[in-house]
């Protein structure tokens, strides 16, 4: 099992930036990006490889980009130009695959970290 750390999240306005970021306890291949808003369901936002390879979903292509430093086990989710509907709690997660946007292909998750943007 890896525990998976986020943080970065808090309140911003709408318009701002945020980078989220997720330390993993050890290595890990691929790892991917979530988001979950109050009574909706969980949201596939970003998936990376150990190689860097990524794919997004089509919603937040553009505006959310995903990075990985294998040294420090860690990736990151540069969030830009936010909206209120970014509104979320965000969650990294780790999958066996070499990248997957199913969360059920997905088998060890981090507690979450809130983001608030504000109108």
């Known amino acids: 099992q890896v525990l998976l750390v986020e943080s970065g999240g808090g309140l911003v306005q709408a318009g701002d930036s945020l980078r989220l970021s997720c330390a993993a306890s050890g290595r890990t291949n691929g790892m991917g990006w979530f988001r979950q808003a109050p009574g909706e369901e969980r949201e596939f936002l970003a998936a990376?490889?150990?190689?860097?390879?990524?794919t997004y979903n089509t919603a937040v292509k553009g505006r959310f980009t995903i990075s990985r430093d294998n040294a420090k086990n860690t990736i990151y989710l540069q969030m830009n130009s936010l909206r209120p509907d970014d509104t979320a709690v965000y969650y990294c997660a780790v999958t066996p695959l070499v990248v997957a946007t199913n969360q059920y292909d997905y088998n060890d998750w981090g507690q979450g970290t809130q983001v608030t943007v504000s109108s």
């Open positions: 990376i490889s150990t190689s860097g390879g990524v």
